[in-house]
């Protein structure tokens, strides 16, 4: 989901309207799977990302694409699982993903907008039939951060996995 709150910073586990919708999509074997934010909060997670029950989703670029300016900061070093320096991120943060320069339906997109979706790619390549259907969503979480490959946020030092699918 990338439904994240502008501006909104949350350093710990926050409430509201959506905690108690995240909890019952969990309940129910859903895993979600909400975008970390782009305000390249280096302490902090955004609206509704910071909720317990929810798998916050945060951006690292894929390849060296050289300078990458964002309206919030600028890259100017680029290369593969390097944290793009909009992602929001906090010990909180639970998984990583590509999200800089991001093409769907005609558009190239760049955030932790077009993260959650690769991880919610994942997690479906998890469920298939030939691989974990039945998996909970404790352990497909598990299974996604167990085998990442860990990224250093060099922003703040924080370790966190990057999803690895073939792990």
Known sequence: MSIGSKGTRYNANCTGALAQPISDLRAAGIVPLLAAGNDGYT??????????????VGTVHDSNI???????????TTYSDRVACITNSNSALKLLAPGVNIVAGGYTMSGSSMAAPHASGAVAVLRASNAFPNAS????????????????????GL?????????
Do not use: M
């Open 66 to 76: 050289g300078r990458k300016v964002f309206s919030a900061c600028t890259d100017s």
């Open 137 to 156: 969503v404790d352990e497909i979480i598990n299974r996604l951060s167990h085998t990442g490959t860990l990224v250093t946020d060099h922003r703040n």
């Open 43 to 56: 302490n902090g997670l955004s609206y509704p990302a910071c909720v317990s029950s929810a798998v916050s």
């Open 159 to 167: 370790r966190i996995p990057r999803i690895n699918l073939l792990a």
